[in-house]
């Protein structure tokens, strides 16, 4: 997973087998693995992550509540990434 940030909670690699001893990150709620140091959890130190998910999550509902509205409406806007 290197340079990937994992859901809260998540954070450790999936391994078959593995204990618990030697996955030290398993709890960490943002996982950002060094790429100079595989293992490193450089996003360990991070916090208040849980505000910055919660921000993310009620972006997108915003988000998709727009769209509703919109479809309701019989709007149907153009995508963005068809430009």
Partial sequence: ???AASGAGGGGRA???RGLAQVPFKFDPLFIED???PGNNVGRNC???S???R???DAHTSMLDA???AEERGLHPEPLLSK
């Fill in 15 to 17: 391994g078959g087998g």
């Fill in 55 to 57: 921000l993310w999550s």
């Fill in 67 to 69: 769209i509703r509205r």
């Fill in 35 to 37: 790429p100079l140091t």
């Fill in 51 to 53: 505000q910055v998910q």
């Fill in 1 to 3: 997973r290197g340079g």
């Fill in 47 to 49: 916090f208040r992550i």
